[in-house]
């Protein structure tokens, strides 16, 4: 665990890379970083995350549920890196798949901020269907996981400008 932090990912996977601006300067930094290790940004975009604590931090698990009643997904992980050095302009985590996931892999969640002072969300994933589920979808869960990507990013880029 903890392969989104290598340069390549692992093969035999579906990858995903997905990089948007989310925030400016070290206050939009701060806010998008908090957002982010709080679980705040997964809320926002529309999964319900009762984390066993309120930070992402080494050996948390956590289960994002999307869908409505019996008809939910549930998708639980366990947190397998954080950084959220102040002295830096990088913070982040990442997350693997626990048994009863319908996926298998590894999504990671970056925040860096540029000499430009720009705030970029950078989320890099791997993954492959673990479940019955994934597997007859098809192309569809790819398809699903760049959604879901988009709506991360526009969450954060809300919950960091309207922060200050």
Known sequence: M???????LPAGYHHLLHRAPVATGAAGFRAAADALLTWRMHRA???????ATPRAAPGVAATSRAGLGPLGISAPCQVV???????????GFAYGTLP???????ESFTLTRDGDDVVWLTIRAFS?????????AGPVGP?????????????????ATTAG
Request: positive net charge; charged residues 25%.
């Open 2 to 8: 903890g392969a989104t932090r290598n340069a390549s």
């Open 45 to 51: 975009a529309g999964l319900r995350v009762p984390a």
């Open 81 to 91: 890196w954080a950084d959220d050095d102040p002295g830096t302009d990088s913070a």
């Open 100 to 106: 009863g996931h319908p996926e298998s892999g590894e």
């Open 128 to 136: 492959r269907p673990a479940t019955l589920l994934p597997r007859l």
């Open 143 to 159: 398809m699903l996981q760049r959604h879901i990507a988009t709506r991360f990013a526009k969450a954060l880029r809300r919950l």
